[in-house]
């Protein structure tokens, strides 16, 4: 089953496959990042399960997604692809690039979330803002919260844009477009199950990291404790939270133009 995408660019060019985090989709990458297609081939995916991705019923575990981005490749003929991926699509694109490394090019992620386990996701959720406990934890209330959310989303869409203001109205409506399964699966596969200290210590590209000092759903602090298992990786800090691809986009798009045209 294949991922909904957006492909703009040249597609006999070299290609970037962006990944969008939890809930995001598409739209979370805006025109500083689009203007890429002027020398690459651009594929913004909406991983399985959300944006317009199909929303089957299934474990949505990690080799599902991996199984997804590398049908999504096929499809479109790309046998190579330098990948940016934002939060937990950083986390697929890391675990992408050690499982398959013949595909890859180049590597960015931005706000990586380096959790040593399980418990430390969840505590470093838990002391985060509201929202972001809110909308990141499997509790009661988060399945509540989305099973409401899913039968009024026909209502809520063209209202949420006015209740969640930080970030772009098709960012906020495409939020919406998930089940109670594909979200907490996902948020369980991916994020608190992640082995991010192994995959990063086995990929053979490395990677350009770009991270908020203000981010306290993935703090910096456990990206730079780790880095010491990184081959040659490059880390940018800047003055941004975890949504730093919608405040700093133009900052972001041309660091990564500039690392992914470097021979």
């Not at 096929?74 to 398959?100: D, I, K, P, W, Y």
């Amino acid at each position: 089953m294949l991922p909904h995408c957006k492909h703009l660019g040249d597609s006999h060019a070299e290609t970037i496959l962006f990944i969008p985090g939890l809930t995001g989709s598409h739209s979370c990458w805006d025109v500083h990042f689009q203007a890429l297609r002027r020398n690459y081939n651009l594929i913004l995916v909406d991983t399985l399960g959300f944006g317009r991705s199909p929303k089957p019923e299934i474990d949505h575990s990690l080799d599902d997604h991996l199984n997804a981005l590398a049908a999504t490749l096929e499809s479109c003929h790309v046998r190579q692809t330098n990948l940016v991926g934002h939060s937990m699509g950083s986390l697929l694109g890391l675990a992408f690039a050690q499982r398959f490394p013949d595909r890859i090019g180049k590597l960015c992620f931005l706000a990586l979330p380096w959790f040593t386990n399980e418990q430390a996701a969840r505590e470093s959720i838990r002391h985060s803002s509201f929202f972001n406990r809110w909308l990141s934890m499997d509790t009661p209330l988060a399945h509540a919260a989305c099973m409401f959310m899913y039968a009024v989303r026909p209502l809520l869409l063209p209202i949420i844009p006015h209740l969640v203001r930080d970030v772009p109205p098709m960012v906020a409506q495409d939020a919406l477009r998930h089940t109670w399964t594909s979200y907490s699966q996902t948020l369980q596969n991916v994020i608190f199950q992640a082995e991010t200290s192994q995959w990063m210590a086995e990929i053979t590209h490395p990677p350009l990291l770009i991270h908020g000092r203000q981010d306290t759903t993935a703090p910096l602090a456990n990206v730079k404790k780790n880095l010491s298992l990184t081959r040659h990786a490059e880390l940018i800090e800047l003055e941004a939270d975890h949504g730093l691809i919608f405040t700093h986009s133009q900052t972001i798009a041309t660091r990564i133009a500039e690392f992914f045209a470097v021979q």
